[in-house]
C-alpha cells in the first residue's frame, strides 16, 4: 500500500485549499486515515483523523471549524478541506493509515505515510 499526498501550495491567509491522500497498491479500508503536519522547528502534530468507514472524524483544536475532513473509499481518497487558512497553517502536511482511531484521534501503528504536500500560507 502506497500513500500519495497532494493538493498543497501557496495561499494567501483567510484563503482555502484541499489536500488529497490518495492510495495504490492495495485497499485502505480496514484502517483509520490521519492526517498530520510539521512546521519548521516544530514537532509533528496531528491534525484530524477518520476512522474506518467515516463513522467518526476528529480534529485538532487549532482547526476545529475550518477543517474538514471526508472520505471516499471507492475512489480510494481521503480529503481535507482547509478554510480560513492562518500563517500558522505552514507546514508540510503529511497522511497516513492507523491501524487504531478513537475518539481523540489516531493512535497508529502508522502502517504508511504520504510522502508529503507543502502549504504556504503568506499574510
Known amino acids: 500500500v502506497q500513500l500519495q499526498a497532494s493538493g498543497g501550495g501557496l495561499v494567501q491567509a483567510g484563503g482555502s485549499l484541499t489536500l488529497f491522500c490518495g492510495v495504490s497498491g492495495g485497499t485502505w479500508d480496514r484502517y483509520a486515515v490521519c492526517w498530520f503536519r510539521q512546521a519548521p522547528g516544530k514537532e509533528r502534530e496531528e491534525v484530524s483523523g477518520i476512522d474506518v468507514g467515516a463513522w467518526r472524524a476528529t480534529y485538532a483544536d487549532s482547526v476545529k471549524g475550518r477543517f474538514t475532513i471526508s472520505r471516499d473509499d471507492a475512489k480510494n481518497t481521503v480529503s481535507l478541506v482547509m478554510n480560513s487558512l492562518e500563517v500558522e497553517d505552514t507546514a508540510i502536511y503529511y497522511c497516513?493509515?492507523?491501524?487504531?482511531?478513537?475518539?481523540?484521534?489516531?493512535?497508529?501503528?502508522?502502517?504508511?505515510w504520504g510522502q508529503g504536500t507543502e502549504v504556504t500560507v503568506s499574510s
Open positions: 497516513a493509515t492507523s491501524v487504531t482511531f478513537s475518539n481523540l484521534g489516531c493512535h497508529g501503528p502508522y502502517d504508511h
